[in-house]
């Protein structure tokens, strides 16, 4: 599913070179449910950037899906983001002034989807994310924090990608409605199989996911199973935080 | 992306922010309009020239005599009151061909008294084909016959003016009728009136309504004293694309009637309808472009507001621009997104500027009097400007937020 060899990320500036990751290796299998964690500074926004295709790595390969992204141009990395990659990120990225449906459906026009069939795949997607009905047509500036991360992780959803790339998905919401969403993502990859990435700099987070993998420094430090995952029992399907 | 939905996405972005959409439009409204409107004035003002020119008679040559240039001391005289031209000239074109009617004048001003009144008006001695050739109408009456002509008859026709100036009162004006048969002293020779004009307006080329028109014979004899000699040749073609044949021809006659060799040495002038049209056409085209062009400047100011109007929009929406780009937006839907709404700026302001300018237009006529004509070719010309502005302007804003890096825009505070 997902090949990541040798990676390496360097940046000049002003002459100067910093090595951001310094040649990291990992797979991922289809339907796990990995953390990526490690400090600010350490290299796992850039991993992120290159794993969701929208940066290159300088050296080293990345296969997702059977397709070697490693060296592709701009536009050819605008579609793998647009056919594999759903991104969930800290700010939601929204647009504050457009209805819920038509934030999700948002990824569908530049996939090319016919409008009629647009408005279904939403609503299945709204459906798995548990935003309530009810909510679909309101302006998405109207709506709770934890009920924008729920449209943003729909919005991801529509397209039915390889994987979902959550980036601190909790890191502008209370504990409270942190846990609901990502009790939202534990549901996504147990029920409907998702592929789910999980970056974050929080352990207690990360412990939500079954395999945390730690960087450090741009180095992967561990790569291990998580044994004490923390599964959010409860899924209420009336989010009202 | 369909063009549906790009057009959705542009009615989305432009409706966010109503008010400076419609400030943004405004530019382009008040630069369309203005130039609809101006374009039209000039246009409307060349139309009523060329009207005016050609009220004056159709496919008409007017010769006026003028003093032969010789070698040394040369004493112009004004045109017009120099004595080479005469009768014998006017035969001798009216046998050319293509030649309708040709229409010798002779004129000059005269006290003319009537029961006590009197005025001062020109008085023109001329024969029965003025009337074809200068487009006259009479309204009461007959014009001047040819046995009045033949006869030397003490006839007259009079202009509505000249009406007005000897038979109406301070609080009544004179009919027609009233004054056929009346009897008016010009220079001390009796004349009867038989006819009256219709009322033509002036044209700018002698007023024809304040005018005594006498059988040609009779302004010889008795008004000017000499014989044969004429003040103006009027010269109606059959056909305008015999114009410049007859004039040709008519100068060859001319020169070799009065036996000159050299064309620049001619004692006569010919003047053509068609350039005296050609020349004020000219000169207000001229007008029209100085016009168009003043207001093609606010035009351009107005296409820089929409090109700030991009730029703002495209850094408020860097966020929004790295998120689409991450979903799957190539640099192409970023750069025809932007491109759309500021040619969708340009045109609605395009359309509303028509309408604004059309409107300016009817009002200059109403309240200023101004003639104003809208054509076609300046409205598809405004279109096809605004149309390019929104596409020029619009590019350098588009193309910025085409080649936006999505990690940065999505990191942009």
């Known amino acids: ?241 | 992306m369909t063009i549906s939905d790009i057009l959705e996405e542009t009615y989305f972005s432009l409706t966010v922010n109503k008010v400076r959409t419609s400030l943004t439009m405004l530019g382009i409204v008040i630069g369309i309009g203005s130039v609809i409107a101006m374009v039209s004035i000039g246009q409307g003002a060349q139309s009523s020239i060329e009207t005016r020119i050609q009220s004056i008679g159709s496919n008409l040559l007017i010769i006026t005599p003028g003093a032969q240039k010789g070698t040394g001391v040369q004493v112009s005289a004004g045109r017009g009151s120099a004595q080479t031209l005469t009768t014998g000239d006017s035969d001798a074109i009216s046998q050319l061909s293509g030649v309708e009617a040709v229409s010798p004048e002779v004129s000059g001003r005269y006290q003319v008294l009537s029961r006590g009144t009197n005025t001062n008006t020109s008085v023109m001695g001329t024969t029965s084909a003025y009337p074809q050739v200068r487009d006259i109408q009479i309204d009461e009456g007959n014009f001047i016959s040819d046995a009045d002509v033949s006869g030397s008859g003490r006839v007259a026709v009079i202009g509505p003016t000249v009406l007005q100036d000897l038979f109406g009162s301070a609080d009544a004006s004179s009919t027609p009728e009233q004054a056929i048969g009346q009897v008016i002293r010009i220079k001390s020779t009796e004349f009867t009136i038989i006819g009256v004009t219709k009322a033509k307006g002036g044209s700018g080329f002698g007023n024809q309504d304040d005018m005594i028109y006498v059988p040609l014979s009779t302004a010889q004899h008795f008004l000017l004293g000499s014989t044969s000699y004429i003040t103006e040749l009027d010269i109606q073609v059959q056909t305008q694309q015999q114009m410049t044949d007859v004039q040709n021809n008519i100068t060859n006659l001319l020169l070799g009637r009065h036996n000159i060799s050299d064309p620049t040495q001619a004692d006569f002038s010919v003047l053509n309808q068609a350039d005296i049209v050609a020349t004020a056409s000219a000169v207000t085209g001229t007008f029209t472009t100085l016009l168009g062009a003043i207001a093609g400047i606010s035009l351009l100011v107005g296409g820089i507001g929409i090109m700030n109007m991009m730029l703002t929009t495209v850094t408020e929406r860097t966020r929004e621009i790295g998120l689409r780009k991450a979903i799957g937006a190539k640099r192409k839907d970023i750069s025809i997104q932007f491109l759309t709404e500021s040619a969708m700026l340009t045109f609605l302001g395009g359309v509303i500027g028509v309408v604004f300018g059309w409107i300016v237009a009817a009002l200059v006529t109403q309240f200023a009097g101004i003639t104003t004509s809208i054509s076609l070719s300046s409205v598809v010309l405004a279109f096809g400007v605004s149309a390019a502005i929104g596409i020029v302007f619009g590019y350098y804003p588009a193309r910025r937020a085409a080649s936006l890096n999505p990690i940065e825009a999505l990191r942009y505070e």
């Open chain 1, 1 to 241: 599913m997902i090949e990541c060899s040798n990676i390496t990320k360097t940046y000049e500036n002003g002459g100067i070179e910093t090595t951001v990751l310094k040649g990291i290796s990992f797979d991922i299998k289809e339907g796990e449910f990995v953390a990526i964690m490690g400090p600010s500074g350490s290299g796992k926004s850039t991993l992120m950037h290159i794993l969701g295709a929208l940066d290159s790595p300088t050296s080293g390969t990345y296969i997702i899906g059977g397709d070697d992204v490693s060296k592709l141009s701009d536009d050819e990395l605008a579609d793998i983001r647009k056919d594999k990659i759903g991104f969930v990120f800290q700010s939601f990225n929204l647009l504050s002034r457009a209805t819920v449906l038509r934030n999700v459906t948002m990824p569908l026009m530049y996939a090319g989807i016919p409008k009629e069939k647009r408005e279904k795949q939403a609503e299945h997607a709204l459906i798995a994310a548990g935003l309530p009905k009810d909510r679909w047509n309101h302006l998405s500036n109207q709506l709770s924090g934890g009920q924008m991360q729920r449209v943003a992780i729909a919005r991801a959803l529509v397209n039915n990608p390889t994987i979902i790339l959550a980036d601190e998905p909790t890191g502008n919401l209370d504990t409270k409605t942190g846990e609901v969403v990502l009790g939202t993502f534990q549901e996504l990859n147990q029920k409907n199989r998702h592929t789910i990435i999980l970056i974050t700099h929080e352990l207690y987070v990360a412990e939500h996911a079954d395999r945390i993998i730690h960087i450090v420094d741009g180095e992967i430090k561990t790569d291990s199973r998580n044994h004490q995952k923390r599964v959010v029992h409860k899924h209420p399907t009336d989010i009202t935080t």
